[in-house]
């Protein structure tokens, strides 16, 4: 019972590299989000996709892109890594497209640039 | 104001004890209300949802002030595995599957 797998774990990047964050789900939800958390900021909207096909901005979207490749997978990718996108990014699921839906969270990737 | 405020705590409060804390929030059209749960260094994880009539699970109870905008969670005879950090969230029916989350009360309990 896997729920929400988000690969990878850990990553170290240069300022400058480019990487994507793969998120997948499966509880045969609509929607799907990235978060950022950062000490003292709690988690912020980075982009969300309220169904297959479509994707929003959430609060702080510059510096990434998502792809939502099917219902199961979205992915984040950050072009040009810098300093300020060191973060632990989590990845999270829900079944409706309303704001009434639990959010269902990945375990997490932490990433560091340098 | 930020959307959902919580208070950062830390709290630290003995094993056994009853704390509650309470999370304000600004939009009074929120329709959705939750308690999640996040460890150290790991996801958040759906504690319980808020019901308007309240809802309670074991030890914990959850309850909606809609008139003062606040949600609370009341934990009764602590765990030491209850040190988390406890975040609530609201969400809107009408957005677009948007929940805005507090940053989190810390909660430590001690032996």
């Known amino acids: 019972n896997a729920g929400v797998t988000q690969t990878p774990k850990f990553q170290v990047l240069k300022t400058g590299q480019s990487m994507t964050l793969q998120c997948a789900q499966d509880?045969?939800?609509?929607?799907m989000y990235w978060y950022r958390q950062d000490p003292g900021m709690g988690l912020r909207l980075i982009y969300y996709?309220?169904?297959?096909?479509?994707?929003d901005k959430g609060e702080v979207p510059n510096g990434y892109n998502v792809s939502r490749l099917n219902k199961r997978e979205f992915s984040l990718r950050l072009e040009s890594a810098a300093p300020s996108q060191t973060s632990v990014y989590f990845c999270a699921s829900s079944r409706g497209q309303g704001g009434d839906q639990p959010q269902h969270f990945g375990d997490g990737t932490r990433l560091s640039i340098l | 104001r930020k959307e959902v405020e919580q208070d950062p705590g830390p709290f630290n409060v003995p094993e056994g004890a009853t704390v509650a804390f309470n999370c304000t929030y600004s939009n009074s059209a929120s329709q959705s209300f939750f308690w999640y749960r996040q460890d150290c260094r790991k996801e958040p994880k759906l504690l319980m949802s808020v019901y308007s009539s309240g809802n309670e699970d074991g030890r914990f109870t959850a309850q909606l002030n809609r008139a003062s905008q606040y949600i609370s969670l009341l934990i009764r005879d602590s765990k030491l595995s209850d040190s988390a950090t406890y975040l609530c969230?609201?969400?809107?029916?009408?957005?677009?599957?948007?929940?805005?989350f507090g940053s989190g009360t810390r909660l430590s309990i001690r032996p």
């Open positions: 509880m045969n939800h609509n929607s």
């Open positions: 969230a609201v969400g809107l029916r009408s957005s677009a599957s948007k929940i805005i």
């Open positions: 996709s309220a169904s297959e096909g479509t994707t």
